[in-house]
């Protein structure tokens, strides 16, 4: 029994060996599953491989000739994830390289998710800034076209005054009663008496208050005459600064 | 014929003395009544509108307003115009 195992195991060797020798140059290239035959191809083939290719050798270790030479940049990457699952040999000669790839991987995929988000902020809020700068840098010519127009406007207020003529209308109008025009009358001496204190003291607290004091009045002044005598009514609004101008300047009010 | 012009002469002056010598007369003028609005107005008091209006003196009058409040109004010794609340 035991000379016949032998013969029989020895025999099985002697086939084995015979089909190595005979299969391994075409039919091993093509298929996909050649990883799963064991080193030995690999090696008898590694000394052919080397004059063809100049350099790079690490890849090619864990890896057949015919793959080297027609991927040899991404092939490698890409088809040892591919084999590893079925070759548990291979596994380890094929991490290094994997570990290799993966980290290279990941920092081209790092960047390139993470650097969408950065140049899309980046951007966005660039133009974003932009806009802004650029419609305040549009608005401060508009602003700045926008005080020249009421200029055209402006020289009507020019217009001389003529404050003599102004107090005969204001004697003379029908618009407004006697006791009403007494009254206004007491309120203008309350007035200028308030600036010839202001001019004595130079406070120029005081300024903001006699302004107040003094529209109130015109106001009032106006109130009464923009129905009975309109005329007068936009005479005295339009000499409204020229008559602040007046009480303000001491020289032209001790001229008063 | 005498008799009658006496009493017309009489009745004619007694008019002429009860009217001037009454110490207050209505002003129903409305320019009167428009111009103590506007003084009262002026003077910041509360009046809405001057219905009507009693002349006490020279520049002084008592008017009554339409809400009901009342004041005097007249020119002071110092030509003051003064609206003083009743």
């Known amino acids: 029994m035991t000379n016949s195992m032998r013969v029989v195991a020895i025999g099985v060797v002697a086939f084995l060996s015979q089909a190595c020798d005979s299969t391994p140059p075409t039919p091993r290239q093509t298929d996909g599953t050649v990883s799963r035959e064991p080193a030995p191809p690999p090696p008898a083939e590694s000394p052919k491989v080397p004059p063809t290719p100049p350099g790079k050798t690490v890849p090619r270790e864990g890896e057949q000739p015919s793959r080297d030479a027609s991927q040899k940049p991404t092939a490698p990457t890409r088809d040892t994830p591919r084999t590893t699952p079925p070759v548990p040999a291979a596994a380890p000669r094929t991490a290094p390289p994997r570990a290799e790839p993966t980290p290279a991987a990941p920092p081209p995929a790092a960047p390139a998710p993470t650097a969408p988000p950065p140049t899309e902020s980046h951007t966005s809020p660039a133009p974003s800034t932009q806009t802004p700068a650029t419609t305040l840098r549009a608005a401060a010519p508009q602003t700045a076209q926008a005080p020249s127009a009421p200029t055209p406007t402006a020289p009507p207020k020019a217009a001389p005054l003529d404050l003599g003529s102004l107090e005969q209308r204001l004697r003379d109008t029908k618009a407004i009663g006697v006791f009403t025009k007494l009254s206004l009358k007491n309120q203008v001496d309350d007035l200028l008496e308030q600036f010839r204190e202001f001019h004595k003291s130079r406070d120029q607290s005081m300024l903001s208050r006699l302004r107040q004091t003094y529209d109130l009045l015109l106001l009032k002044v106006l109130s009464l005459l923009q129905d009975g005598d309109p005329a007068l009514a936009r005479d005295v609004s339009s000499s409204r600064e020229a008559l602040w101008g007046i009480l303000v300047d001491p020289d032209k009010f001790k001229n008063l | ?86």
């Open chain 2, 1 to 86: 014929m005498s008799g009658r012009t006496k009493v017309r002469g009489s009745i004619g002056a007694a008019a002429i003395v009860m009217a001037g010598a009454g110490p207050a007369l209505a002003a129903d003028d409305p320019a009167v009544l428009k111009d103590l609005t506007a003084v009262i107005a002026l003077q910041g008091q509360p009046c809405g509108q001057v219905v009507t209006a009693t002349k006490q003196g020279e520049n002084d009058y008592a008017v009554a307003c339409k809400d009901g409040s009342k004041y005097r109004v007249f020119v002071n010794p110092d030509g003051r115009v003064v609206v003083q609340k009743q």
